[in-house]
C-alpha cells in the first residue's frame, strides 16, 4: 500500500513539475495545526514531507500561522522552536491585531491577486479542510494533510487537472507544428539539392533526396535501374544464346574446313556434314528458329564432307 502511493505521489510530483514548473526545494505551506497534528502523532514533519514530495522541501509557515502556534498553550515549546527554524512566509498581516484566519491568510499568500494561480508554486500542507477546499479551485495547488498518522497528497483537483490537460494537448500541438516545421525545411532543403544539381542533369529524378551526396547516389541508382527494364531477362538470354553458338560453331568450322554455316537458311543447301550435324542438333532443339528447320535433309546426307570447302567458297564468292 505503501509502495503503491509513494509511486502515484512521484508521478504527480512529476506532473506538477511539468505543468506547473514545480522544482525541488519544494516550498511547503504548514499551517498551525499541521505542525500541533504532526506533533500529535510523534511525526517529524520536514521529513516526512520529503518522503511525501519526493524531493527536498522548504517547509514555511507564514507569520499569522506562527501566531496561531504560539497562541496555542498546547503545542510543546520544543515543537514551537523547531517550527521557528521554518523559513517565515511574510504575509504582512502581523501589523493586525489578530492573525488572519488560515483561510484568509493562505488564500492570500498562495494568490495574492485573487487570479486562481499559484504564482510561487506552494504545496500546502494543511489540516483545515476548508482552506483545501478553496485551494482546489486553485490550479496547480499540491495539498498535503495527515489523516491518523499518516501523511496523504490529495490527487490533482478538477481545476488543476482541467489546467494540465489542456497544457497537455497545446505540448502536443506545438509538437506536431514543430515536426510539420522540420519536414518543411526538409522539403526545402531538397529543393535547393535539385537546383543546384539541374546543372549536372540529375534534377529529373523525383527527390527523396535529404542531402546532396544521397541524391546524387540515388539519381545514378535511378538510371541504372532504367536499363534492364524491358523484356523478361529469362526470355531475353535465351533467343539470344542460341544463335549465338551456332554463329560461333559456324565460324569455327568454316575455318578448320569441316564447313558450317553462320547462315544456315541460305548456305546448308550445298553444305553437307554441318548440315547433318545441324540436322541432329536441330531435332533435340526443335523448338528454336524456322529457318533451321529449312535445312535440306536430303542432300546434307548425299552431299560428301569433302566439297564442304568449296560449298564454303562458293558462299564466299
Ligand atoms: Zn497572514
Partial sequence: MRGKRSKQYRKLMHQYGMTFGFREPYQVLVDAQ??????????????????????????????????????SKETPPAIVDKTKTY??????????????????????????????????????????????????????????????????MEPMAHATEHVRDKDEK????????????A?????KRKRDDEEEQSGSGSEQEEGRARSGAQSQEEASKKKKRKGPKGPNPLSVKKAKK?????????????????????NP???INEDGTPAAQKRKRKRSHKS???????????????AP????EGAGAAEED
Avoid at 90 to 113: A, F, G, I, Y
Avoid at 170 to 181: I, N, Q, T, Y
Avoid at 183 to 187: G, R
Fill in 34 to 71: 499541521m505542525v500541533q497534528d504532526a506533533a500529535r502523532f510523534k511525526m517529524d514533519l520536514w521529513p516526512a514531507l520529503e518522503r511525501t514530495l519526493h524531493g527536498k522541501v522548504k517547509p514555511m509557515i507564514t507569520q499569522c500561522s506562527m501566531r496561531h502556534l504560539y497562541a
Fill in 87 to 152: 523559513e517565515r512566509r511574510r504575509c504582512n498581516h502581523h501589523t493586525l491585531e489578530q492573525p488572519l484566519s488560515t483561510l484568509e491568510c493562505l488564500s492570500s499568500v498562495v494568490d495574492p491577486k485573487g487570479s486562481r494561480t499559484n504564482k510561487h508554486r506552494y504545496v500546502v500542507a494543511c489540516q483545515d479542510n476548508e482552506v483545501r477546499s478553496y485551494l482546489r479551485s486553485i490550479p496547480g495547488v499540491p495539498l498535503i494533510y495527515v489523516h491518523r498518522s499518516v501523511m496523504i
Fill in 170 to 181: 497545446s505540448k502536443f500541438r506545438a509538437g506536431l507544428k514543430g515536426a510539420r516545421g
Fill in 183 to 187: 519536414i518543411t525545411d526538409t522539403l
Fill in 242 to 262: 542460341r544463335p549465338a553458338q551456332e554463329n560461333n560453331k559456324g565460324v569455327g568450322k568454316k575455318d578448320s574446313g569441316e564447313g558450317g554455316t553462320s
Fill in 265 to 267: 537458311a541460305a548456305t
Fill in 288 to 302: 528454336g528458329k524456322g529457318a533451321d528447320s529449312n535445312g535440306p535433309e536430303s542432300e546434307a546426307h548425299d
Fill in 305 to 308: 564432307s569433302a566439297s564442304a
